[in-house]
């Protein structure tokens, strides 16, 4: 159980155009789901946290017009990187947080690699 | 503020037993999470403490001093594939975790 689904697992893309990352819980429903990036040995940083149906908290430094956030189900939260750039090129995890959590663990998918040109 | 401190790099020897020491200071605190993640792949549940004392899980074992705001990763009998990078994550009062950078394991043969 507690499986989270990621699409795609890697992308390329040319610069100025957007990404859609997609995040699903496959067996269980996420009124929390987390935005993580990292660059090569690096640490996780969380981006923003998604709450389903209402805006997503970001974290200092995060863009909130560039990385787009929808949680638009309690299965489902996209992330739209906009206007990609060489510099947005990393890592991107998502975690999600039963609905009824026993200890508040994060499940996380297995990550989109995004390469920007 | 928040801090989560654990050595960036370590290596042990096959067979051998390793331990990846993390101290904590949070905002409220509703436990400690291990986590394991190897290179290129997303992290993996290894543990989880609330309470002081040693939790012990086959191979692996954590504990956990909330007095002392400290917990460690015992990994025993060690083997090639225990090599990846151990994240240390507090949960604060908000329950939002706090990640620390990550120790990466090095195992030699």
């Known amino acids: 159980g507690a499986v989270v689904s990621q699409h795609p697992s890697w992308v390329i893309c040319k610069s100025g155009t957007s990404v859609k990352i997609e995040c699903r819980s496959l067996d269980f429903q996420a009124t929390t789901m987390f935005w993580y990036r990292q660059f090569p040995k690096q640490s996780l940083m969380l981006m923003a946290t998604?709450?389903?149906?209402?805006?997503?908290?970001?974290e200092q430094g995060v863009e909130k017009d560039k990385f787009l956030i929808n949680h638009a189900s309690l299965t489902l939260s996209t992330l739209t990187v906009t206007s990609a750039h060489p510099e947005d090129s990393s890592f991107y995890i998502c975690?999600?947080?039963?609905?009824?959590?026993?200890?508040?663990?994060?499940?996380f998918g297995p990550g989109t690699r995004l390469t920007v040109t | 503020g928040q801090n989560i401190d654990q050595p960036t790099e370590m290596t042990a020897t096959e067979g051998a037993i390793v331990q990846i020491n993390c101290t904590y200071q949070?905002?409220?605190?509703?436990?400690l999470f291990w986590y394991q993640q190897h290179a290129g792949e997303a992290p993996t549940f290894l543990s989880y403490?609330?309470l002081d004392g040693l939790e012990e899980k086959g191979r692996f074992s954590s504990f956990l001093s909330r007095s002392k705001g400290y917990s460690y990763l015992l990994l025993k009998e060690l083997q090639m594939k225990d090599s990846a990078s151990y994240l240390c994550a507090a949960l604060d009062s908000n329950y939002q975790l706090i990640w620390g950078a990550g120790t990466k394991l090095i195992i030699k043969p």
């Open positions: 975690s999600a947080r039963d609905i009824e959590p026993v200890a508040y663990e994060q499940y």
């Open positions: 998604s709450n389903e149906g209402s805006k997503a908290t970001y």
């Open positions: 949070t905002s409220g605190f509703n436990g």
């Open positions: 403490n609330v």
